[in-house]
């Protein structure tokens, strides 16, 4: 399988994505967006995975490849390719679904639990009842139609949706490491205040007990999403 991966900040990287991929054999390119590379042809890939970045999705006039890039994505799905959304790359996939992307009453930054809804459960069995996952995003979307949500928090109620062979979004970043997690502490330009708002230092503390077991969750949720 040939995965294209989109990636909109140089602190953002797909991390244990493009791992998973390695390991599976599937062949892995990276589009750097942030640093003018060009959006793949569609012919490019059968998986397209969007990741996250600190730019809304509807931030024309800041990051002009938004448009284009949205495009891509709708015809990627209308085409019967896979797609992979992280943070705001799940936004995106919402977005050009029909469901409205906007401000979420809480901005959701360190790590914080989730709840894996009864239907994941069902659909991915390996799933435990609840995660604790690292999030980093003020905006959210809702529900697309036809998708199964899989999972949601005490600060946003949607934090993943699926529809089986054709597209998986998260919320959330089970694809760090506790690199990766310094990266984006060091890239977070302002840090926001608010009742789901952890300290950097806790962050960067809690990182290594909660990535390896994000690891093996992320492993176990690609490789059942992409035999669907």
Not at 156 to 177: K, N, S, Y
Request: proline letters at 5%; hydrophobic letters at 40%.
């Amino acid at each position: 399988m040939d995965v294209a991966i989109l990636q909109h900040a140089i602190y953002e990287g797909p991390g244990e994505i493009a791992e998973w991929a390695k390991l599976r054999g599937h062949a892995v390119a990276t589009h750097h967006l942030y640093r003018g590379d060009s959006l793949p042809a569609l012919a490019d890939f059968d998986c397209l995975v969007v990741m996250g970045g600190e730019m809304n999705i509807y931030q024309y006039r800041d990051w002009p490849w938004l448009r284009p890039e949205s495009a891509l994505i709708r015809s990627a799905l209308g085409q019967g390719k896979r797609a992979i959304g992280i943070c705001l790359g799940a936004q995106f996939i919402a977005d050009v679904m029909g469901s409205r992307v906007f401000q979420n009453g809480e901005i959701e930054l360190g790590w914080l639990p989730i709840a894996w809804t009864p239907e994941s459960r069902a659909m991915f069995s390996e799933l435990p009842s609840s995660s604790t996952v690292l999030h980093w995003h003020g905006d959210t979307f809702g529900l697309p139609a036809g998708a199964t949500r899989l999972a949601l928090s005490a600060g946003c109620p949607e934090q993943g949706f699926v529809i089986p062979g054709q597209c998986l979004g998260l919320q959330f970043h089970l694809e760090v490491d506790p690199v990766l997690v310094k990266e984006f502490v060091q890239g977070q330009s302002e840090w926001p205040k608010g009742q789901y708002v952890q300290t950097a230092e806790t962050i960067l503390k809690e990182a290594a007990q909660h990535c390896d077991r994000n690891r093996q969750l992320l492993h176990g949720l690609l490789d059942r999403f992409v035999e669907s």
